[in-house]
């Protein structure tokens, strides 16, 4: 990589971490330091909340997952507009007029102090563990740049922005939070330029898509009903809308933003920027993948973007095999590019002789990129095999492999600032609800209920750093998972619908009472365990097993141990 981009990162991660600690106001008051004093302005939330969610995971994880499967990855989020709206009217106006430090904190004025810590600790294991997929996607990029491991990249990346999280409190965190996201878009949008800019002169940009939708990339609706599909209309707009109302509703790493704010009416527009700019940005995440296979359909692609793996096992003992694969590869290829040329050349519509040799066209382009896909799997199980990685997939490295061969020098650096922004303030934020749930729900609650702000914080500090090490360990596991989106949104919905479930007790259901809701949250968590082991229903329908199961057993157990009226 060129000195100029190095220069760019290191101006960019010195400055980030400064103005961060710089913004910090009224950081040695308990309510300045978790809430910022509850003077944020509804945009400056609202942005924050969007950078959380687009984190790095989102950079690289979606990016390789629109390369790999399109478009169809959209489908996960058509319910969050209605989930917006839902929470906007039922959860924020009760938190906010709660004047609560968590959303945890409402469940023992509702119910008891076991169902508070209990739904507490769900949340502090759910968000350890997803922060520690957030923590490992930056992590592959470094371990792809610099050639090191990825244990040593996670401890780079993480151990600044834990030390700026210490510090800094939520209002450093969110202000940074806005600086970022700008620079994650230019980042985004820099990239389909220069895609578009790296097709073919012959080739425009409605043919790259022409060849896109030829492989199904640009669907964007699967009607299909069945519960084993991960991503299906029906399973973003049910199954993913208790997701949303849960992630957005009951994650303290959410609420603790729309609490931030100054009133019920900021809160609300704050969640509300999500529902009208979240798609829209997420399709442009998803758009740089399909524009990458459209590139790499023309420009030379590696049978493995991992470029670890791809060393190891060219100088191998298994070298001979893998070298033998790596030219069924390039035959492959080869031949895929040359039918997409033709395809892509061929007019559309006209006479019958026209429709028909489009028709062929396209079927011989389909029929060489299906040979690419099959070449690669072959690639994929290959690596398995020899590196004993059951669950070994390159799609996490492909947007960096782009980066860092076929960007211009400058926007190199760009682009992996890029990473780092949205890395850093999901870090940053998540760390922040972790010791916020830590302090309030535990160590004040049930350790030392009497105490200064100033012990307070630095028993917050403390729990930065171990939370922040914690995330580090899980980083180094989740970074050979798969498919980072995937994994993150396999770990909350482990745990989201049972948590959703109780307060929808809470808030929808008087007559449940604290034994109710505390069994219906183990019988929750005991269901979707079942689940998650035993069959094969795909993981975001767990939000709503686990949900349902909680408000029936919830209701179920609060009729009967219910107190019998005197006679």
Sequence with gaps: MH????????????WIAWDGIRLTKRSHELEGYFLAGRSLPWWAAGLSVMATQLSAITMIGTTGQGYADGMRFLQFYYALPLAMVILSVTLVPFFHNAKVYTAYEYLERRFDAKTRAFTSLLFLLSRSMSLGVVISAPAVVLSVVLGISVTNTVLLTAVPTIAYTMFG???????????????????????????????????????????????????????????????TFWSGTIAALFLFCSYFGTDQSQVQ??????????????????AYWKIPLQALVLLVGVLMFAYYTFAPVPMLFDARHDRELREGPRAAEYLALEGRFASASEARQAAAAAFARTPSGG?????DGRAAAREA???????????????????????????????????????TSAMPVGLVGLLIAAIFAAAMSTIAGELSALSTASVIDFYRRFVRAEANDAH???????????????????????????????VVNRFGSFFYGSILGVFILAIGFPTATANGAFVGLLAGMSSVAYVATYTKVAFLWHNV???????????????VRAPRPRS
């Design 456 to 486: 307070f914080l630095n028993v917050s500090r403390l729990a930065t750093v171990f939370w922040g090490l914690l995330a580090s360990v899980v980083a180094v596991w989740a970074s050979e998972l798969g498919s980072l989106i995937e």
């Design 257 to 274: 933003r729309y609490l931030s704010t100054s009133s019920v009416d900021n809160a609300r527009g704050s969640l509300l920027m999500s």
């Design 365 to 403: 382009f389909t029929a060489a990129d299906a040979s690419v896909r099959a070449v690669h799997a072959d690639a994929l199980a290959f690596v398995r095999d020899a590196s004993g990685d059951a669950t070994y997939n390159d799609v996490n490295y492909v947007f960096p492999t782009f980066i």
């Design 3 to 14: 000195p100029i981009d190095w220069t760019i990162i290191a101006i960019y991660l010195v």
């Design 351 to 355: 006479a019958q002789g026209g429709t």
């Design 169 to 231: 409190g939520v209002q450093a965190v969110a202000w940074t939070d806005v600086k970022q996201m700008v620079l994650i878009v230019f980042g985004l949008v820099a990239a389909v330029v220069v895609l578009v800019a790296g097709l073919p002169s012959d080739v425009g940009v409605t043919d790259a898509l022409r060849l896109a939708g030829a492989t199904g990339r640009l669907r964007t609706f699967d009607f299909t009903f069945d519960l084993t599909n991960q991503y």
């Design 545 to 559: 097993i686990g949900a349902v199961v909680v408000v029936i057993v919830g209701l179920a157990v609060s009729l």
